[in-house]
């Protein structure tokens, strides 16, 4: 849940600079080879490296799990439209969400240019509806503006996300549909801990998941893994820490400048 474009941009331009700036090579060169040739290309260089984050989401991608698949039916075979309140409802993801849940990403995506292809906003896509994942469409009379759901079951931490189309934010959506949502996932599958992680400059998703009982659970790394990388991170950015940010600091019992190359971990038990 990432808010702030220049921080966000300085942690992606520093993690690229190492082995991700291959992979945009890769990419972006005038080669006429296709996506999929590309990612085959940037999957065969990635596969050398270690801790590499990109790697860890190009190969998985490529994994059929069984377990998500099991996860997914257990869920779904209770039903799959979820009345919330307001004339907001909670479904699973068809397939004529296809085109507003990207236009979702072109709201939200950092790597815009990447979205002009059409394999890369296939691979979002087929990311976003497979087992692994699962997700909902929030559905508002009728009509989509966004969607909530966690990014991996098959994972020992459930991670909630959630995004929202801008001209349907601060209407106290989000706060509704993850609610229901948490109490299905507890009803149907009877998980009830989970993680949470927020750009340090998101407000907005801080206060909504403080309101759903989210606490303060550390900070944790984000694209950047090296401690070179993260102190150049830090130095780089050590003008946009002001006074909300120290208070915030405070509150997660880390120094400030940790809040330039991490994110912020919330843990939330939903009772």
């Keep these: 849940m990432m808010k702030n474009q220049s921080l966000t941009a300085s942690v992606i331009k520093i993690s690229i600079e190492d082995s991700v700036h291959k992979v945009m090579d890769i990419f972006e060169k005038e080669d006429g080879k296709t996506f999929e040739e590309k990612k085959k290309e940037a999957i065969s260089y990635l596969k050398d490296k270690e801790n590499t984050l990109l790697a860890e989401r190009l190969i998985d991608i490529a994994t059929n799990d069984e377990m998500g698949k099991k996860i997914n039916h257990m869920f779904w075979e209770f039903g799959e439209c979820i009345t919330v309140k307001d004339n907001i409802i909670l479904r699973k993801v068809q397939d004529s969400d296809k085109d507003i849940f990207i236009e979702l990403q072109e709201e939200n995506n950092i790597v815009k240019s990447m979205l002009k292809e ?34 991996n079951i098959t994972h020992e931490q459930w ?56 606490e303060p659970n550390g900070i944790s790394e984000f694209m950047l893994h090296g401690e070179a990388d993260i102190q150049r991170c830090e130095e780089e950015n050590l003008h946009l820490i002001d006074e909300r940010m120290q208070e915030l600091a405070s509150k997660f019992n880390v120094e400030p400048k940790k809040l330039l190359s991490h994110v912020l971990e919330y843990r939330l038990v939903w009772n």
Excluded at 119 to 137: C, D, G
């Design 118 to 151: 059409e394999a890369y906003r296939n691979m979002l896509w087929n990311e976003h509806i497979e087992y692994k994942a699962l997700m909902f469409s929030i559905i508002v009379n009728d009509e989509y503006v966004g969607y909530c759901g966690i990014k």
């Design 159 to 214: 991670e909630i996300a959630i995004e929202i189309l801008y001209k349907w934010k601060h209407k106290g959506i989000g706060y509704k549909a993850v609610s229901v949502m948490l109490d299905e996932i507890k009803n149907r599958l009877n998980v009830s801990k989970f993680r949470v992680r927020i750009d340090a400059e998101n407000y907005p998703s801080q206060k909504l998941f403080e309101k759903l009982g989210a």
